[in-house]
């Protein structure tokens, strides 16, 4: 079931809200649903219609979406939840971002809506029959623009759009400084180069250098600067001020009074005539530049993403006829066959049919070592193939691939927030009006108390305020270090499902392996099979095997293999029955034939103790003891060995050397896992658990508040990787496994894990630097801009130095985010 989070409701009141519903068969099911919503408080009346699958339900005030989801859902159905992407255009500080979300919620329907700064982009989480076109109107009455984007980042549009506009601030940058220079140094030429005042006086004139100053830094800010009225003054006048909002009343109070100074000096009092022209441009092009330098991070920051993208060919060699034609990678289909020649890209996933090489698949799994192929082996898209030729079957494309996921799960994990971003959702909702408040106090302390010319100082330090303040630190903090993180991940062939698993995995306390296929290689072999009395060892292997045979099971391959290596004959088994945990049974050659562990014979009455003695051999030597049963006998003890991964050592100790607790959850006896444990230097071991009892496994770790991480690759592992604080599934594993986990570790190498682990905390780290800069930034210079150094040393902060401070602040939180691109976990 879907697990919807608690949201702030609308304070509209629509007539109805309509609810997609899955699962409804009956009339019984209609009234279930019906009372189920009903019960929600708030909750006027609910009519369902199972023609339509649909709920209409009116609430008697603010709708409570979520509370009517989670009724369908304790009601024993599905309700319909859509997830839409946005791209969301004019957004430049948390301040935005708070905003776009906040009027995203108020649409009825909507059960939950995230903004990335970073990415641009909203995610909603809505029932079906909303209308989208109601979505973007929200976003729309808010002051931003909809940028609709596609479900899949396999387009360049994105990217394309990102750098379109980092040329066109480039230009406006350019063109900003070229009239702003020329300002400056008439304006403050005379501090830095004798005699620029007097040639000024003497060729140009006061009256006339007042006018030019006016007509460049009027070029400015309504020229470059145009982009900050544009966003800046209608959010004013919603009275939902933004970072534009901020420039445009520091910089306008700046150029009105140097106007009123310049036409009008009889307004204002003796003395306090002085112009500021050139602190509007200078702060117009500074904030410029700061938005330059901070979308050409931002690009940067994707670099992982747009790696991926750059994986996969443009072109496909495909058989038509008997000739290969070379297509565009949007016309294969599956089914196609295509050649692959040495050092070509393979297009798309598919099963080899002939030939044979290796393929580098490092850009995928992270592993350097070329992997070999052959006929019946799997390829997967973007990967390179080395000195062979094949041709191969393709099985999957476009946006089922194998990368298209990658992609997917990448873009879904960078958009996502993390439980740290709370405070800064909290703070950036009246952060603006803060420093709005914060400025007109400013303005009032200097005016009232401040020395003469007091208009002059409480103007000057009113902009500092409005200037310095920087809530687009504060939104850039998190998301970009999660985009750089999580890319970096996918690099190393590491892939954060969910965002929050990059915090929660830091977290834990334990590490808690699944053993077969996990901490082992997943292919176990037959070592020993020992008769009981009156059988002998292959005539037992060749009722074992052909009973195995039907079985999927890795040790019934195992057993499968040993007997046909040995040329042992099998026969067709009958009423063939698997109990997982127990063992398997049937009918071979008219005789009753059983296979398991030693807890699926005392059932039957069959005493397996006369093998006790081996058996402890077989377990201490880290050996699976199994038991063979033929009509109603004990005839043999069998042994597998399943051999453990080369790095699962390596991996071991790099967990111990982090300070982690590792676990070993395993079905076998105890006496094998104790020993394969001892081995390994595992710390604790949790053997003889069934299948289902993994859960409980999981939950009797997490006893005394341990933090559990739980890592497995098949079907039965899925709901420990549920169940646990966060979930990591081997990659060469079952979909099932993968769908429920947070993390994937792409190459099935458990060295995955510490350097999941080592990134996580690298991410977290890089994410609180960046928000105690962002609140350390504003916490600190907002007063130093406000002048309560002036009574101390007599220090006040110019308003062009704080636009400086204000738009290196952003860029400092992208730098310190893209170092996380060269971390290199060991």
């Known amino acids: 079931m879907t697990a919807f989070t608690q949201i702030e409701k609308s304070t509209a009141v629509p007539a109805s809200t309509d609810f997609g519903i899955e699962g409804m068969t009956c009339a019984s099911c209609v009234r279930r649903v019906e009372k189920a919503i009903s019960a929600v408080p708030g909750v006027a009346s609910a009519t369902v219609n199972l023609a339509t699958e649909r709920a209409t ?201 140097s106007v009123v100074a310049t036409f009008a000096s009889g307004l204002l009092p003796s003395g306090t005539a002085n112009v500021y022209y050139e602190a509007a441009a200078v702060i117009v092009t500074l904030i410029l530049l700061g938005r330059f330098l901070e979308a050409r991070a931002k ?248 009973l195995e045979a039907l079985s999927e099971h890795p040790i019934a391959e195992a057993i499968v293999s040993a007997a046909k290596s040995k040329g042992i004959a099998l026969v067709p088994a009958t009423e063939f029955e698997a109990t997982p945990g127990f063992g398997v049974r049937g009918i071979v050659s008219g005789l009753p034939v059983l296979v398991g562990a030693d807890r699926a014979f005392s059932g039957i009455g069959v005493d397996v103790s006369p093998f006790v003695v081996e058996a402890e051999r077989l377990g201490n030597s880290g050996k699976s003891p199994l038991y063979a049963a033929i009509d109603g006998r004990l005839a043999a003890i069998i042994a597998v060995s399943d051999p453990i991964k080369d790095t699962t050592p390596q991996a071991i100790k790099a967990l111990h050397d982090l300070g982690l607790k590792v676990a070993m959850v395993t079905g076998d006896n105890r006496r094998t896992a104790e020993a394969i444990a001892k081995q390994l230097g595992i710390d604790e071991v949790v053997a003889e658990v069934l299948p289902d009892g993994k859960v409980d496994a999981v939950k009797r770790l997490r006893e005394g508040g341990r933090n559990v991480a739980f890592i497995g690759d098949g079907i039965n592992d899925a709901p420990a990787l549920t169940e646990a604080d966060v979930g990591i599934a081997v990659g060469t594993g079952t979909d099932i496994a993968i769908e429920s986990a947070d993390v994937v570790l792409m190459s099935g190498d458990l060295i995955g894990v510490p350097k999941a682990i080592a990134l996580s905390k690298a991410t977290i780290r890089n994410i609180k630097q960046n928000l105690f800069w962002a609140f350390a930034y504003n916490v600190s210079l907002v007063p130093v801009a406000a002048g309560v150094l002036y009574p101390l040393n007599g220090a006040l902060l110019s308003p062009i130095l704080a636009a400086a401070a204000m738009a290196m602040s952003s860029v400092f939180v992208l730098g310190n985010a893209l170092r996380l691109r060269s971390v290199n976990p060991a």
Not at 73 to 82: D, L, N, R
Not at 104 to 120: F, I, K, M, Q
């Open 299 to 546: 690009g940067r920051t994707s670099q992982a993403i747009k790696r991926l993208l750059g994986l996969q060919p443009k072109t496909a060699f495909v058989a038509h006829g008997d000739e290969f034609v070379e297509i565009q990678i949007g016309d294969v289909v599956v089914g196609d066959v295509i050649r692959i020649r040495p050092g070509e890209k393979v297009p798309v996933d598919g099963t080899v049919l002939e030939g044979s090489s290796y393929v580098d698949e490092s850009m995928i799994t992270g592993e350097p070592v070329p992997v070999q192929k052959a006929a019946g082996s799997e390829v997967v898209g973007g990967t390179i193939n080395k000195n062979g030729s094949f041709t191969f079957r393709a099985t999957k494309v476009g946006g089922d691939t194998l990368l298209a996921q990658i992609i997917k799960m990448v873009e879904a994990a960078q958009g996502s927030k993390l439980p740290i971003q709370a405070l800064v959702d909290k703070v950036t909702g009246w952060f603006v009006p803060a420093v709005i408040l914060a400025t007109i106090l400013t303005f009032a302390a200097w005016y009232v108390f401040g020395p003469s010319p007091a208009l002059t100082f409480a103007l000057v330090n009113a902009v500092a305020v409005l200037i310095i303040a920087c809530p687009c630190a504060m939104g850039l903090a998190t998301p970009t270090s999660i985009i750089v993180g999580t890319g970096r991940a996918a690099e190393l062939g590491i892939l954060f499902r969910k965002g929050e698993a990059l915090q929660s995995l830091r977290e834990a306390d334990v590490i808690a392996l699944d053993k077969t296929g996990t901490l082992t290689k997943g292919r176990p072999e037959l070592t020993d099979i020992v008769p009981a009395d009156g059988f002998k060892a292959d005539e037992v292997l060749s009722f074992v095997a052909s």
């Open 57 to 257: 339900v009116q609430f008697t005030g603010a709708p409570d979406t979520n509370g009517v989801l989670l009724a369908i859902e304790k009601a024993g159905y599905e309700p319909k939840v859509v997830t839409r992407a946005f791209g969301i255009e004019g957004i430049t500080c948390a301040s935005c971002v708070s905003r776009v979300e906040k009027a995203l919620r108020t649409v009825p329907g909507v059960t939950d809506a995230s903004v990335n700064l970073a990415t641009e982009k909203a995610t909603v989480r809505f029932v079906s029959g909303v209308d989208v076109a109601a979505l973007e109107a929200a976003v729309r009455n808010a002051g931003y623009d909809v940028r609709r984007t596609k479900a899949s980042s396999a387009t360049a549009e994105p990217e394309d759009r990102r750098e379109l506009e980092t040329r066109r601030l480039k230009r406006l940058v350019i063109l900003s400084a070229l009239l702003t220079l020329p300002l400056f140094l008439v304006e403050m030429g005379s501090h830095f180069l004798p005699g620029v005042h007097e040639w000024i006086m003497e060729n140009i004139g006061m009256r006339h250098n007042l006018y030019i100053q006016f007509a460049l830094a009027t070029a400015v800010l309504f020229g470059p600067g145009l982009r900050f009225f544009r966003k800046g003054v209608p959010n004013l006048l919603r009275w939902t001020p933004d970072m534009n909002s901020l420039v445009v009343l520091g910089t306008t109070a700046a150029w009105g009074y």
